[in-house]
Structure formats: structure tokens, C-alpha cells
């Protein structure tokens, strides 16, 4: 991003600064470990992926952390201050390190960086605080290999389903023999479970994936929640015919009622706040130039941070594509393929790192998440918060994703004064 000097977001500190430039750097070196030459794919249990976790944990030893992997590969951490008392709770902070195909190296990456540079601070100054910070770099997050997001922090909460470790990936390799072949233990998983009771909470610092924060000028913002999904397939069926010889008035066309319909998808997520709703796919049959289409089968994808709202939209446009169909003498079939409800994130944690924001001297705005992160799931064991990173155009998912290093900073410093707040408190 162009540095604009009439930018509201303030200088970070020069330490801030410095630590940024080595997270940039870092996020170059990890980027080199990738599955495929010439761009960045790092999927689960790869050996990409364990160079990569290599680095992290050079890095972590380096600073005077204790670290290694757990049973499923994930890459942890720790670091306590001088005469810590046992039993002293601990605060987690981190993301993942697996991409997407032809990813971005910020996405996941500069989480777990950040994370890093926070301790790197931290540890420099007396008087720490008291409890211990580890930082977990997550095995898998995206889920690509196996169709399955989040098998990293699903073992650290406790919440892996075992089912999944028969599913097999494109070259027909199990997910329980890429795990052992990769020195993960999937008898080890249940010991993995992190202890709710030592748990201060998980903070996530995460590239923002959407162009809010570059809209409001701001670089960095706090996450209020995951929002809810719903994801569903709705066909509708007519009549294939002449498209040269069929009159307008005995046609049934699929693809215009199924067009009717987008708009009203548009139309509702228009409507209602914080909603949004997106036909992604649409495959018309038979699909010729000369034919009225007779099927179309089309995605539904609708999200929101209140279930009850998504889940209204859902009835409603299931609602909005039978009144269609009866009126086209069309037919439809509306089929819920998954919903995943909404995670708030914890308001005493959120409020805190809210304080932090205001207090590097940068307008505080709260944002919802619409993409999943490893922090929904590890609400199932701990308070959660999320900090979100202006990314350039919002891209992510892309080799085109790009952070500023002034907007890094930003976000380290108010990490660091939030485990400084976290330290008063207590
Ligand atoms: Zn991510």
C-alpha cells in the first residue's frame, strides 16, 4: 500500500517498527517452503509444511522458548518468565502455517509471526507478566488436503473427530498415514487437549481478507465474531426445447426463473445488515447457445454473525425460489449441505484488546469475521479475540496478498499492550 502521510493511523513504536521488518522478512523465508516451484502451496502433514515449521521453530528457540510439535503436527512455543509459580495460567497466541494452492504468505503466517515478535518484546523487558505465552503455529486451518479446516486446533481443543482420519486425499493417501508419516501420533491426540483451566485465552492476529479496513483507513481492526454459515444447492427444472421454436409463453425456463431467483439472493443480502448471501456456481443444462435451458443447479452460500438472521434468510429464500417455480411452472429442489453456527468472541478478552487499539492511538473499529479461523475453535476451550490487518485490496487467497510493514506494527504494538493489559489485571 502506498504510504499516504495523511493516514490517520499513527506511528507505531520504533521497536514495533524494527519487529515488524523481521515479521515481513520471516513471512519471505517461510513462503520459499512450498509443495509446488513458483508459487506457494503448503498443505497439511507436507513436507513443505515441516520446513516451514522448522524455521518457527529456529525462531522460537532463538527466543528462549521451549519448543516442539504436538501429536498432529502443530507447532508450539512456550515461554515463561523468570520465577513464574507453578501453576501460573497461560496466554496462546497464533494461526496456522498450511496454505491454500497458490496462496498468499501472509494469510496464517503473519498470525503466528506476529505472535513471535510479541514474545521477542516481551521477554526484553523486566518484570514480566504473570503468566506464560505460548505461541502455536496451527498444522491445518484451510483444509485443503482433506476437505476438513481446522484438524490443528480441533486436537489442541480437544475436538478432532476420529472419523475423519480414514478420509483420503487426491493421491489416495489416508489422513492417519500422512499423519504418522509426517511423526504426528494420533494416539497422542486425546493427551494434546489443552487444560481449559490453565488457558487465559487465544488471541489471533489475522490479515483481514476483505477491504473493510482499506475502506475505513485503518490498520488494524477488532474481530466481534465468526459469522455462521449456511451452504446449500438448489436446482431448478424446466423444459428443454427450441430455442428457435418454442414461443416465449409455453416456455419453461429454467435458467430465467433460476436468474429471478440470484436477484432476490442479491436483493436480501442488500436488505438486511451484516448479511451477505452469494450464488458462486451455477451449471446450466444441457447449455447451448440454441437450447432453453431445462436445468439449472446453482450454490447458495449465506452468512451472518447472528444464526438467527442467517437462518431466516435461508427459509426466506427457500421461500422466494418455490414462489418462482410455481409461477414459471418450474420445479426446485432446495437441499441445506452444511451450516456451521456463529462463535462470538469474548467480550471481556475483546474489550481488552478493544483498549489496546485505543490506546496505540488508532480509532477502534469492530468488524465481523466472514471467513472461519482457528479461533472458533479454540473457543470451545477458552475466551477468544481477534485482531484484523488491513491486506491490500483486501485480497487474500491470492500471491497478490500484501500487508504494510507501518500496519504490522501497528498490530504487534497492540498485542504487546494487550498482554501488558492482561498483566495488570491480574
Ligand atoms: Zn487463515
Known amino acids: 500500500m502506498p504510504d499516504d502521510s495523511t493516514a490517520t493511523a499513527p506511528a507505531a513504536s520504533e521497536a514495533a517498527s524494527d519487529a515488524a521488518g523481521t515479521v515481513l522478512e520471516r513471512a519471505d523465508a517461510l513462503a520459499a517452503h512450498s509443495e509446488e516451484p513458483g508459487r506457494l502451496t503448503r498443505r497439511f502433514a507436507t513436507p513443505a509444511l515441516a520446513r516451514a515449521g522448522d524455521l518457527v521453530l529456529g525462531w522460537m528457540r532463538d527466543a528462549g522458548m521451549t519448543a516442539g510439535r504436538d501429536a498432529i503436527g502443530n507447532v508450539a512455543g512456550r515461554w515463561a518468565p523468570p520465577g513464574l509459580p507453578a501453576g501460573a495460567p497461560t496466554l496462546l497466541l497464533g494461526s496456522h502455517l498450511d496454505t491454500v494452492r497458490d496462496a498468499g504468505r501472509y494469510d496464517g503466517a503473519l498470525g503466528v509471526l506476529v ?4 514474545v521477542e518484546g516481551v521477554r526484553r523487558r523486566s518484570g514480566g507478566p504473570p503468566f506464560a505465552i505460548e505461541v502455536l503455529g496451527f498444522a491445518d486451518e484451510e483444509g485443503v488436503r482433506y476437505g476438513t479446516a481446522y484438524l490443528g486446533s480441533s486436537v489442541v481443543a480437544g ?3 476420529r472419523s475423519a482420519l480414514d478420509r483420503r486425499d487426491a493421491d489416495g493417501i489416508a489422513m492417519a498415514d500422512a499423519i504418522a508419516a509426517s511423526g504426528g501420533d494420533q494416539a497422542a491426540f486425546d493427551a494434546a487437549r489443552r487444560d481449559p483451566a490453565d488457558l487465559l485465552g487465544y488471541v489471533e492476529v489475522h490479515i483481514e481478507q476483505g477491504p473493510v479496513l482499506e475502506a475505513e483507513d485503518l490498520p488494524v481492526g477488532v474481530v ?8 446449500c444447492e438448489v436446482v431448478f427444472a424446466g423444459v428443454a426445447g427450441h430455442a428457435g421454436t418454442v414461443p416465449m409463453a409455453l416456455r419453461r425456463d429454467a435458467l430465467a426463473g433460476a436468474a429471478e431467483w440470484i436477484g432476490a439472493v442479491e436483493a436480501r443480502g442488500r436488505a438486511v445488515d451484516g448479511l451477505v448471501a452469494t450464488v458462486g456456481e451455477a451449471t446450466v443444462a444441457p447449455g447451448a447457445s440454441n437450447v432453453i435451458p431445462g436445468r439449472v443447479a446453482l450454490s447458495l452460500d449465506v452468512r451472518h454473525l447472528d444464526d438467527a438472521v442467517r437462518e431466516a434468510a435461508v427459509a426466506e429464500l427457500r421461500a422466494r425460489a418455490e414462489e418462482i417455480v410455481a409461477a414459471r411452472g418450474l420445479g426446485a429442489a432446495f ?5 456451521t453456527p456463529a462463535v462470538a468472541c469474548s467480550p471481556g478478552l475483546t474489550r481488552a484488546l478493544e483498549a489496546a487499539v485505543d490506546d496505540t492511538g488508532v480509532r477502534v473499529a ?3 469475521s466472514g471467513a472461519g479461523h482457528d479461533a472458533a475453535v479454540m473457543a470451545r476451550i477458552c475466551d477468544v479475540a481477534m485482531l484484523f490487518v488491513r491486506c491490500a485490496g483486501g485480497v487474500s487467497h491470492n500471491p497478490a496478498e500484501a500487508v504494510a510493514a507501518a500496519d ?3 498490530a504487534i504494538d497492540v498485542v504487546r499492550r494487550l498482554v501488558d493489559t492482561l498483566a495488570r489485571a491480574r
Open 115 to 118: 505472535a513471535l515478535a510479541v
Open 408 to 410: 504490522v506494527a501497528v
Open 159 to 161: 475436538t478432532f473427530d
Open 335 to 339: 437441499t441445506e449441505v452444511q451450516a
Open 224 to 231: 466481534t465474531g465468526i459469522a455462521g454459515q449456511t451452504r
Open 366 to 368: 469492530r468488524l465481523p
